[in-house]
């Protein structure tokens, strides 16, 4: 062991230095797959909202647009994603679906996560008032009243209203085979 | 969340040390009497505050803005370890009989987990300069509450009759296991979790 | 008493005589912390106990070079550039460990354990003793870590690793006791009593 001062200097500096470049090292290699899972978190979450119960999600379509979820090894139902032109751009609607095809919960994203809706107005989708009609709703039901269906539209937003609910019910139609357990090829 | 709330948190809801579980070594390494428990709980308040500031400022002047946050660990305890070598170069220089009270607990502190933990939540809860500040004060006065508190109850312990596979630790950590329990009466205290 | 322990010895020391947690007392604060569940106390052994033989081999390695003045902060900033290495591969690969552990992952960093055996072992025996005392000591603390996880989940959830072991009418209402932070202290005690009785460490 030296006891020159310089290298009690020099060593202190030199093994910061190799600290330093080996974590810069694990950060950048880790960086990705940190991300990736955040991601996962936030899903987790976003759908959680709509599918209580389910500890696992895992995406059908290329498009990610619907999600089988699973609790275990159990499928308990499908999360379907949609999206419409609303007014003043797209609205995302997230809804859990059970194996009967009803509706469990829908999720609006808010001005948070993008949503370009007036607030007080087209903005109003995003709360229960407006979420809750689609509870235990199937695709048929889910049309604005004046249109035939169950949902009453926000006073002042029909195009809002309109693009949640058309938006969900041609994606439940579009993807309607999956919602049925039995329909899947094999995957469960 | 406001500063009355985040220093009632700190101090009491979550405790570091019987809620938390952080800083338990000396707690019981220390706690043996009143005297080097008042004086170990000086020196903590000390180095935390301080330990809080640097580390706080590093961080958000250096670390963050310059995209070094996984140094972060190794800068804070770096940190700690320098100032309580300061601590203790200043104590035995003025505070002489303070230095040797404390014997071997004064660089122990470097590896007290509160202080460390304390900076780390300083980041994470997303404090700014002040709230962190009263976190940290906080947090310090929750440890010297535990401290002291058992230490009063350690020194009747000495002369309690008591079984001698439970004598020294065991005793003491279910000494602990009461006193922690008597704190969980503080959960959701003001609505605070 | 022999002059020159056998390496076995180095090894097997750490499990029960000189049982960092038991007998030893220390690295305390993540025992009671991190061992809600028997998974949790294992990934936190798993952690601990990487960068504890990591860190007695890197400083081992470099005890020649180290200038006694400054051992300290540079076995810190070993230490910590391991904790920090374990903090990120776990942020990536076990975020739900990750997220249960929270700031005790990097608070490895000041578990006594470590800095205690670098300074006690590390730098003044070779890289294959090191080696063992660094496994030793981690099969030693992850056993108590484990051990004390898989009773307070068993007693706080009827389960050890998420298998249901205790009937369902008690898994409907069991002991939360051991759960919180009370528990975790009297477990320890009782662990420590039964410890002392036994003899181990004398």
Not at chain 3, 46 to 73: E, G, M, Q, T, W
Not at chain 3, 159 to 174: D, E, G, V
Request: proline letters at 5%; one cysteine or more; aromatic letters at 12%.
């Amino acid at each position: 062991m030296e006891k020159s001062k310089l290298w009690i200097v020099l060593s202190l500096f030199i093994t910061c230095l190799i600290s330093a470049f080996a974590l810069s090292q694990v950060y950048t290699t880790t960086l990705p797959k940190i991300e990736y899972q955040r991601n996962v978190a936030a899903i987790k979450i976003a759908f959680g909202a709509v599918m209580p119960g389910a500890d696992r999600f895992e995406p059908t379509t290329p498009d990610s647009s619907v999600w089988f979820a699973y609790s275990g090894d159990i499928r308990i139902g499908t999360i379907i994603r949609a999206a419409e032109q609303g007014y003043a751009g797209l609205v995302p609607v997230t809804a859990g679906i059970d194996t009967t095809g009803k509706i469990i919960a829908i999720r609006v994203a808010g001005s948070a996560e993008g949503l370009k809706e007036t607030p007080g107005l087209g903005l109003k989708a995003t709360e229960p008032n407006f979420g809750n009609q689609f509870i235990g709703r199937t695709a048929q039901e889910i049309r604005l009243k004046n249109e035939g269906g169950a949902i009453e539209a926000i006073t002042g937003a029909t195009i809002t209203s309109r693009a949640v609910t058309d938006g969900l019910r041609k994606a439940m139609e579009k993807y309607q085979p999956f919602l049925k357990p039995e329909t899947e090829s094999g995957v469960n | 969340m406001n500063n009355a709330k985040i220093f009632i948190a700190a101090f009491l809801v979550n405790n570091i040390i019987l809620m938390r579980f952080i800083g338990l070594c000396p707690f019981f390494g220390v706690s043996t009497s009143i005297s080097t428990a008042v004086g170990m709980s000086a020196a903590v308040l000390f180095v935390m505050l301080l330990a809080a500031w640097v580390s706080w400022v590093l961080y958000h002047v250096l670390l963050f803005p310059l995209g070094l946050v996984f140094l972060r660990t190794a800068v804070f305890i770096l940190v700690i370890a320098s100032l309580v070598q300061l601590v203790e170069m200043y104590l035995k220089k003025y505070l002489r009989n303070l230095y040797s009270a404390l014997g071997i607990y004064l660089p122990l502190i470097t590896t007290n987990c509160a202080i460390l933990a304390v900076t780390f939540f300083n980041i994470n809860y997303k404090f700014n300069l002040l709230q962190a500040t009263i976190f940290a004060l906080g947090t310090a006065l929750g440890f010297a509450l535990v401290i002291i508190l058992f230490a009063t109850i350690r020194e009747r312990l000495e002369d309690a009759p008591i079984s001698p596979a439970f004598k020294g630790y065991p005793i003491a950590f279910i000494g602990a296991a009461l006193v922690s329990l008597a704190f969980m009466g503080f959960t959701a205290l003001f609505g605070i979790s | 008493m022999n002059n020159h322990p056998s390496r076995l010895s180095y090894l097997t020391s750490g499990i029960i005589k000189e049982n960092p947690i038991l007998i030893l007392m220390i690295g305390l604060c993540p025992t009671l912390a991190t061992t809600v569940t028997a998974r949790d106390g294992l990934g936190m052994g798993v952690a601990a106990s990487f960068v504890l033989i990591c860190s007695n081999v890197v400083i081992s390695a470099i005890r020649r070079l180290v200038p006694d003045s400054v051992r300290i902060p540079i076995f810190i900033i070993v230490i910590s550039t391991f904790v920090t290495i374990i903090d990120y591969v776990m942020q990536a690969y076990q975020p739900d460990l990750y997220r249960v552990l929270g700031v005790f992952v990097p608070l490895i960093v000041v578990n006594c354990i470590i800095l205690g055996r670098a300074e006690a072992f590390a730098y003044h025996h070779g890289i294959i003793d090191s080696f063992l005392d660094g496994l030793g000591k981690s099969i030693g603390f992850g056993s108590v870590l484990f051990v004390m996880g898989a009773l307070r989940e068993l007693f706080g959830n009827g389960t050890i690793l998420n298998y249901p072991l205790l009937p369902t009418a008690y898994r409907t209402s069991p002991m939360l006791f051991a759960i919180f932070p009370p528990g975790a202290f009297f477990l320890i005690g009782l662990l420590k009593a039964l410890v002392n009785k036994l003899g181990w460490g004398r």
